[in-house]
């Protein structure tokens, strides 16, 4: 069976993970309840300092779940970890109101009009405003990041802006905590928050200082760039230092074109198997600024490789048939895996779907034939229009395709490797589902940060969710019982 050329980096499993954020966002509120430092003659202000701490630090915990660290998107991927980084921020935002909203209450008089009058007051105190900042910085992360990213604003400059008001909202909120909040004179619940903020900043560090340099030590240069269809672009990039990078088959790097800061850098999978190094090729869709100036580069443009990153290698395959199933682009990281394949003389059953627009937008479909002659393989080429031809067939993929690829095999031994259009890849588990694969069997990658809306999406969203409520529940339970 073939293996990546190389083995991954380690990464945490989804219930390590899990585990770490719990502790790193409740422990502190745990240990400071330990050594008294949430005491309070009433339950609310004690609710309130609870809350407030476990806030600063799931927003801290924000940096780590940024999606650009190995360890952490290895194994899970990354759009889970992007999924997660989502979900968190709105969860980070209901801390940030129960904070506030148990202030309100901490008196005994919880009319409306003393409700109100307090707010005002806090409101206008000048030592509470760093914290008030923060809050209506959070409200702003949360809704820019859902509904400006990439639309009214530029997808480059929203990212930007959105990293600058994180570090912003953090700041303020660490200058709130050590400024204002009583429970930052607790010493282990301090030394807690501030082992996060580290973390925070190390991350930071990380991903601004080290990652720039890193991806420049390849020394990968363009080797020739051209288009293959009006759509898409091939990039060819080699280096001179192969021995200081490598990757698994269906792995993608983070580029920056041109010797500049990676903070602008885009992703993409490689399509050429680990074999083919010292070269890496790219197919690239014409989807904004950055990618339709692909086919302009010149020959020997210096390129900053970030990587290699993600999960959807042949690592995450059983011993039985593999079926690849690619729409449009998605066809990228699915030659990577066929290369691997080849080059390895694999001889599992290895079967094929992959869709395109039209016949002419299947770029690299005759490359295909001749990389898997002599291997247990076969294919089935969809077009959604112009198809009907020998060897095309008009339509998007359906139970009937996976039916006919999958004749003679056992669905339940299966393993699926899906790239595509976020609607692509919900059909297609529905129906790898309702042919027999088993939803652990199903490996996807996706171009675009949105949560799908398919059956391994909405397993993976309930755990998120799971995750959160443990989160609350372990906070609030720590106060109730400090309280008492
Ligand atoms: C894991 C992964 C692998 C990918 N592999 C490929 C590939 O092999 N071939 C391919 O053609 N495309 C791939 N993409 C998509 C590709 O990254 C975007 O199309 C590209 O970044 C768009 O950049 P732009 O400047 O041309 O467009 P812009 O005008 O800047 O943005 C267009 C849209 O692209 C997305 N986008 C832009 N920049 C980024 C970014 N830095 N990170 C994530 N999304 C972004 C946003 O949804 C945005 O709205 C991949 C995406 C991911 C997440």
């Known amino acids: ?22 502790i790193l966002t409740a422990g502190p509120v745990l240990l400071a309840s330990l050594s008294g430092g949430l005491n309070s003659p009433t339950v609310y202000p004690v609710l309130a300092r609870a809350t407030g701490v476990a806030a600063l630090a799931m927003f801290m915990m924000q940096f780590a779940t940024s999606g650009r660290f190995e360890v952490i998107s290895g194994r899970i991927g990354l759009d889970r970890t992007m999924g997660f980084h989502r979900l968190a921020a709105v969860g980070a935002l209901w801390m940030i109101l129960l904070h506030v909203v148990f202030f309100l209450f901490r008196g005994r008089d919880g009319s409306l009009d003393m409700l109100w009058q307090r707010l005002v007051l806090y409101i206008t105190t000048p030592d509470l ?10 409200v702003i992360l949360v809704i820019t990041g859902k509904r400006l990213r990439g639309r009214i604003i530029p997808y480059q400059a929203w990212r930007i802006g959105h990293g600058v008001l994180a570090v912003a909202l953090v700041a303020l909120s660490l200058q709130h905590a050590f400024t204002h909040a009583r429970f930052m004179a607790d010493p282990f619940g301090a030394t807690a928050i501030l082992a996060v903020a580290l973390l925070a900043l190390s991350s930071l560090l990380v991903v601004y200082v080290l990652r720039p340099l890193q991806a420049f030590r390849p020394d990968f240069r363009v080797e020739s760039a051209r288009t293959l269809s009006p759509s898409v ?26 010797r500049r800061h990676t903070v602008t850098d885009n992703p993409f999978s490689i399509a050429s198997a680990p074999s083919d190094l010292p070269r890496l090729r790219f197919l690239i869709r014409n989807a904004g600024d950055m990618t339709a100036a ?45 290369g691997e394949l080849a080059a390895a003389r694999d001889t599992r059953p290895i079967r094929l779907i ?18 898997m002659a002599g291997l247990d393989f076969g294919a089935i080429f969809l077009a959604d229009r112009d198809g009907d031809r020998e060897d095309y067939e008009t339509g998007a993929c359906s139970p009937d395709h996976v039916r006919r690829v999958l004749q003679g095999l056992d669905p339940g031994e299966t393993t699926a ?33 949105d949560a799908g809306n398919d059956a391994v999406c909405h397993a993976v969203r309930r755990r998120f969710i799971a995750l959160m409520a443990t989160v609350f529940a372990s906070v609030l339970s720590v106060a109730l019982i400090a309280a008492a």
């Not at 293996?3 to 991954?8: D, E, G, I, L």
């Not at 405003?129 to 959070?138: D, H, K, M, R």
């Not at 992959?354 to 990389?371: F, K, M, T």
């Not at 595509?420 to 790898?432: D, F, H």
């Open 233 to 258: 672009a091939e990039l060819v990039l080699t280096t001179d230092r192969p021995d200081r990078f490598s990757f698994a088959a269906g792995q993608f790097v983070w580029l920056t074109i041109g």
């Open 1 to 22: 069976m073939a293996r990546s050329a190389q083995p991954r980096p380690w990464a945490f499993s989804g219930r390590s993970l899990a585990a770490l954020y719990l």
């Open 294 to 338: 692909v086919p302009r580069l010149v020959p020997g443009t210096p390129v900053g490789v970030d990587g290699p990153h993600g999960s959807f290698t042949l690592d995450e395959a059983g011993p039985g048939p593999l079926l690849l199933l690619a729409g449009g682009i998605g066809i990228a990281p699915v030659m990577s895996l066929l």
């Open 129 to 138: 405003a760093s914290g008030i900042v923060a809050a209506g910085l959070a």
């Open 417 to 449: 490797f899906v790239c595509g259009p976020p609607p692509m890849m919900e059909s297609a588990v529905a129906i790898l589902l309702e042919a027999g694969l088993p939803l652990d069997g199903i490996v996807m990658e996706r171009f675009d940060f």
């Open 354 to 371: 992959a869709g395109a627009r039209g016949p002419q937008d299947h770029v690299i479909r005759g490359e295909i034939p001749p990389l």
